[in-house]
Antibody, heavy 119, light 110 residues
Framework: EVQLVESGGGLVQPGGSLRLSCAAS????????MNWVRQAPGMGLEWISY????????YNADSVKGRFTISRDNAKNSLYLQMNSLRAEDTAVYYC????????????WGQGTMVTVSS | SSELTQDPAVSVALGQTVRITCQGD??????ANWYQQKPGQAPVLLIY???NRPSGIPDRFSGSSSGNTASLTLTGAQAEDEADYYC?????????????FGTGTKVTVL
């Protein structure tokens, strides 16, 4: 079964850091581009970060640029998101998402991990 | 930055047809993909590209596009289709790639 499982979410104070992980299984992880997408409570979806299959290309949304870093370890079938200088507005469910095809369809989503930034 | 605009909410009678639209400049260059999200669940890919459905997606869902507007049509709405629907596309600015999601449409099945 193709699956993505996120972990690492939790409660963190403003200005703090957190590292999210995403474990992939059921497909050849190293062949796929990956993303992080978040959803604040009661709000819509927001794309935040992309990484190419080999890790050489990275793109970030302006809202997280300079604070969040996406990375991957293809040997461990894992995707990461290092989040620094966290703000209240970063409170959201964070999804690990695979994209596929020429239309960059977000075809496989993890179940999400909740990050709450609060004092 | 790029934006994709959707109507916040629409309603449809059981068994009837509803069209959800998504407008944005990026859609003049790239196809929209469509997702369904039910409360407490992760989104699910419904339509990608011109009008392609992943395995397991019912054929009552279809996609189309014209100019800067993409549409998702639900033909013969079922109670289980009540959900939030999002479009998305890629976009680029110079050498910078990014993705954008629509504002979302809540579909109520009456």
């Amino acid at each position: 079964e193709v699956q993505l499982v996120e972990s690492g979410g939790g409660l963190v104070q403003p200005g703090g850091s957190l590292r999210l992980s995403c474990a992939a299984s059921g497909f050849t992880f190293s062949n796929y581009e990956m993303n992080w997408v978040r959803q604040a409570p009661g709000m819509g979806l927001e794309w935040i970060s992309y990484i190419s299959s080999g890790g050489s290309s990275i793109y970030n949304a302006d809202s997280v640029k300079g604070r969040f870093t996406i990375s991957r370890d293809n040997a461990k079938n894992s995707l990461y998101l290092q989040m620094n200088s966290l703000r209240a507005e970063d409170t959201a469910v964070y999804y690990c998402v695979r994209i596929v095809g020429v239309h960059d369809a977000f075809d496989i989503w993890g179940q999400g991990t909740m990050v709450t930034v609060s004092s | 930055s790029s934006e994709l605009t959707q109507d916040p909410a629409v309603s449809v009678a059981l068994g009837q047809t509803v069209r959800i639209t998504c407008q944005g400049d990026s859609l003049g260059r790239f196809y929209a993909n469509w997702y369904q999200q039910k409360p407490g669940q992760a989104p699910v890919l419904l339509i990608y590209g011109k009008n392609n459905r992943p395995s397991g997606i019912p054929d009552r869902f279809s996609g189309s596009s014209s100019g800067n507007t993409a549409s998702l049509t639900l033909t013969g709405a079922q109670a289980e289709d009540e959900a939030d629907y999002y479009c998305n596309s890629r976009d680029s600015s110079g050498n910078h790639l990014f993705y954008v999601f629509g504002t979302g449409t809540k579909v109520t099945v009456l």
